[in-house]
């Protein structure tokens, strides 16, 4: 079965870094709970950027990095719950700002902090079709999730931050790619309203989602080993979704794996949602932790209630 290869990543934040002790002015809690309940000690907030800007640069940084012209680009993916418009798309407003071509097919993916792992499904399948005519795809995961956080509510208010990742993908042979994903419709848990509600904040009940996420991550896990023959132990790097270093720590100890195994950078970022698990990769390459060879299980989980978990090679 054909694979699929990143061949270069790419990251963009706003320029304005929020720390925990800015929320203690609007609600009431602390830099010391938020740390200890979440690992989280700032995050990147939007003020003049749109998601679309963070979307545009983090698809240059990618394209430069692999060394691939717009003009190669043969399918243009966003993931993401927070476009600026819902119509056109995310996907069809990079396409503009940096010059892909037009008869390319661009389109954004809902699946929340999932979005990245079902972009890589959709995109590896996409790119074993007659109808690509260019060689590469671009995907990238994107959030202003600022734009739907009500600062009057401390329970998920100092939890997330924006922040865009991009990666170019072309098929291969000689890299294996496995993907499985899973949804269960359940509002009560995590929702954010769509046009017309009267508010059009994220509501969450957080235990029901740490529940969720503990239970997918653990099964994701197992599900990957159990299909690819690739024990956990021969993985070099568990890329999680960065909701919660509790989450991610209570997966790991559970499974007895390496702790220098699952890289965490939510404590500068937070939880960007569809950008988390693009960003962690994207800093991963940064450090030379994604050579050839390097094999990857990635786990994101997030509304819907969605989850996924790939196996990629590097
Ligand atoms: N500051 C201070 N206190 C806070 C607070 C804040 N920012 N947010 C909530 N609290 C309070 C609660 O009101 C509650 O008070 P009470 O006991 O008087 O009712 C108390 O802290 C404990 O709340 P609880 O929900 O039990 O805390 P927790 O240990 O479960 O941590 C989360 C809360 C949200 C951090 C945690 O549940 C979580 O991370 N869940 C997953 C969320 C997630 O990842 N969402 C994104 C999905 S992709």
Known sequence: ???????????????????????????????EWIRSRTGIQSRYFC???????????????????????PEEIGLCVVATITPDYHTPSSACMVQKLIGLPEDIP?????????????????????????????PYALLIGAEKLSRIMNLQDRSTCVLFGDGAAAAVIRPSDAHRFFCRLGSQGNAEALNAPGAG???????????K???????????????????????PDEVDQFIC?????????????????????????????GNTSGASIPIAMAELMEKGQLKPGTKAFCLGFGGGLTWGAAYLEF
């Open 106 to 134: 661009a389109f954004d993916i809902n699946a929340a902090c999932s979005g990245f792992v079902y972009g890589l499904e959709v995109v590896s399948c996409m790119l074993g079709s007659d109808a690509l005519k260019r």
């Open 241 to 269: 979704h960065q909701a919660n270093e509790r989450i991610i720590r209570h997966v790991q100890k559970k499974l007895k794996l390496p702790v220098e195994r699952f890289f965490m950078n939510l404590d500068q970022y």
């Open 47 to 69: 003020k003049e950027e749109r998601q679309m800007d963070l979307c545009a640069e983090a698809a240059r940084k990618a394209l430069a990095n692999a060394g691939v012209c």
């Open 209 to 231: 989602v740490f529940q969720f996420a503990v239970h997918a991550m653990e099964n994701g896990i197992r599900l990957l080993a159990k299909e690819t023959g690739v024990s």
């Open 1 to 31: 079965m054909q694979g699929i290869q990143i061949i270069g990543m790419g990251k963009a934040l706003p320029a304005r870094r929020v720390e925990n002790e800015a929320f203690t002015q609007m609600v009431e809690t602390s830099d």
């Open 197 to 207: 509600y009267p508010e059009l904040y994220i509501h969450m009940d957080g235990r």
